[in-house]
């Protein structure tokens, strides 16, 4: 039965609030890290260091919460997003105060960069477990808010920062979190409230086999999309050395930036139809070796203007990727699942984020941001060509 417009509308609203937030967290925090921290006077090398560090907490803390949340019903993801939108506001006021010391300082922002990779797990975990509740939620919408939002900020934010510094990086990292506490609050009042559970599937109440046993192409899936995300990650973090590297600064940074999530918005808004031509399987595939454009088109560019070419091909690839992938993920798995296969994927994100923040700065500093293109060119191609082998039908 179709839900009423003014519901419709009123729980999309809200969770487009809630990826808005999401993703400007990204476009804020890890997009200006190593603009943050190279003014508290770190290398490329410590700025991976520290950020491996951060990430390696994120990926142990996701993982020990989807169990929790998915094993004690009482747990919700409503409160865990509270909880971390409230770490990240208080986080980010601390390193605005005045007379901070750079070791709280450091630390408090450290915790920021730990907390936001948890954020598009449970974001997406706290949308598609509504939606398979019956949430009228239109989640390829507020996704593709999620992509507006990320290319706004990253604009912005690259603009103060030219302007007024880095300190402008906690400020907007501040209004994000209060946007995601409104957003998480906002949804869960017109989008998930009252929702009768979903019965679960006879494979997850089967608890001699742990989850990646019970789906093991799923696993081989999880395993590839850490490969892609070490590839976007290398690119999208360590974006400053890539275009001071290209004669560019700050400024063509979030430009930049800004425009790999603006050529996302038509795929995002117009996944749903594209999914009545072609399953899903053929677009997350699709999107997977689209992916190597990119660090084929940055390796290529003399100038900025040749990295803003090289960012448009993700409309076909990480951008497409995203979305094809979260849908893939509820569709390869059972019911019930929602909250841990969101969960894996995108503790791929925080691994190869991982991998990316620890190793990135490490090769620019000693061989060179051109180098650093041609891994993430490398592992785009692993990553792309094992889920075209392995990439399960879908039902729709």
Not at 111 to 134: H, Y
Not at 142 to 159: C, D, E, K
Not at 240 to 265: D, H, N
Request: with cysteine.
């Amino acid at each position: 039965m179709r839900k009423p417009f003014f519901q419709r509308w009123n729980a999309t609203a809200a969770y487009a609030l809630l990826q808005a937030a999401t993703w400007s967290f990204y476009a804020v925090i890890l997009s200006f890290s190593s603009n943050v921290l190279r003014s508290f006077g770190f290398t490329d090398s410590q700025i991976s260091l520290l950020l491996g560090i951060s990430t390696v907490a994120s990926f142990a803390a996701q993982l020990v919460a989807a169990e929790l949340i998915s094993r004690f019903p009482k747990l919700k993801v409503y409160g865990l997003m509270l909880l971390l939108g409230t770490v990240m506001l208080v986080g980010n006021l601390m390193i605005l105060v005045p007379g901070m010391g750079n070791v709280p300082a450091i630390l408090a922002f450290a915790t920021a960069c730990l907390v936001l990779q948890m954020m598009p797990s449970f974001t997406n975990a706290m949308g598609m477990d509504a939606i398979e509740r019956g949430s009228p939620t239109d989640y390829s919408l507020a996704r593709g808010i999620g992509s507006l939002a990320y290319s706004l900020m990253a604009y912005v934010t690259g603009m103060l920062v030219r302007e007024l510094g880095t300190r402008m990086v906690p400020a907007m990292g501040a209004l994000c979190a209060a946007a995601l506490i409104a957003g998480t609050v906002w949804f869960h009042l017109s989008g998930e409230r009252g929702l009768q559970p979903v019965q679960q599937s006879l494979r997850k109440q089967t608890k001699e086999e742990g989850f990646l046993r019970q789906y093991p192409r799923f696993a081989v899936f999880l395993l590839a999309s850490i490969f892609l995300q070490f590839s976007h990650n290398l690119l999208s973090n360590f974006m400053f050395q890539i275009m001071l590297s290209k004669y560019g600064g700050a400024g063509e940074q979030g430009t930049a930036t800004a425009i790999c999530a603006l050529v996302e918005l038509p795929v995002m808004f117009g996944f749903p139809l594209m999914l009545r031509r072609i399953k899903c399987e053929k677009w997350v595939t699709f999107a997977s070796l689209s992916m190597a454009l990119k660090a084929i088109g940055i390796f290529l560019a003399a100038t900025p203007y040749g990295v803003y070419a090289a960012q448009m091909t993700q409309i076909i690839g990480y951008g497409l990727y995203t979305i094809s992938s979260v849908n893939y993920a509820g569709l390869v798995v059972g019911k019930g699942e929602s909250v841990r296969a969101q969960s894996y994927l995108g503790s791929t994100s925080t691994v190869g984020c991982l991998l990316a923040l620890s190793t990135g700065g490490v090769i620019c500093e000693h061989f060179g941001a051109q180098t650093m293109v041609l891994v993430s060119l490398a592992a785009a191609l692993i990553g792309g060509v094992t889920i075209a082998f392995t990439a399960q039908k879908t039902e729709k």
